[in-house]
């Protein structure tokens, strides 16, 4: 068991609680409700390199439990509760199983939300003018070398494309 001695803000309890990196992380406020502030959310959960801590309320946990399952976003989380009160709850895993451990109850009160970094996230140290210019070398297509080197960057394919066109 971790216990956190309480503090004025539920962000650094629920950081230390969680058993993540504490080195950096990054605290992105509520989670969005629609548009492209949504989209944008998910998309950094999916790729963060270092821990996210944010906000949601109790009506809306599910939903956004729902949608990381959706998006196969596999990083785990740590659902914190009601922090350093008397109805403190913690829950702990992937969404899908936090959307199975996490009962139907009507929850009232704060809820912040934990989450690790990205697993699928590699570092790979290698200098990606340089690998086009290979793979050019060995008669490879731009626009394969564009959608390999987006793999790995995780960048858009047509951005790569755009940098690599004129080598």
Same mark, same amino acid.
């Given at each position: 068991d971790i216990v956190s001695i309480p503090g004025p803000s539920s962000v650094l309890v629920a950081l230390t609680l969680s058993g993540f990196d504490t080195d950096k992380f990054t605290f992105l406020g509520f989670v969005p409700k629609s548009g492209k502030e949504r989209v944008k959310f998910y998309d950094d959960v999916d790729n963060a390199q270092l821990t996210l801590i944010c906000f949601t309320s109790p009506r809306r946990l599910k939903k956004d439990l729902e949608e990381?399952? %959706?998006?196969?976003?596999?990083?785990?989380?740590?659902?914190?509760?009601?922090?350093?009160?008397?109805?403190?709850?913690?829950?702990?895993? %992937?969404?899908?199983?936090?959307?199975?451990?996490?009962?139907?109850?009507?929850?009232?009160?704060?809820?912040?939300?934990?989450?690790?970094k990205s697993q699928k996230i590699k570092t790979?140290?290698?200098?990606?003018?340089?690998?086009a210019k290979k793979l050019i070398g060995y008669k490879v297509p731009k626009r394969e070398i564009a959608k390999i080197i987006s793999s790995i960057t995780q960048e858009k394919v047509n951005k790569v494309y755009d940098l690599i066109k004129n080598l």
């Open positions: 990381l399952v %959706s998006k196969n976003i596999e990083n785990e989380i740590v659902v914190c509760r009601e922090l350093t009160k008397k109805f403190e709850t913690i829950y702990r895993g %992937s969404a899908k199983k936090l959307l199975q451990d996490i009962p139907d109850t009507k929850y009232k009160g704060e809820i912040t939300l934990v989450i690790d790979i140290d290698i200098d990606n003018m340089d690998l």
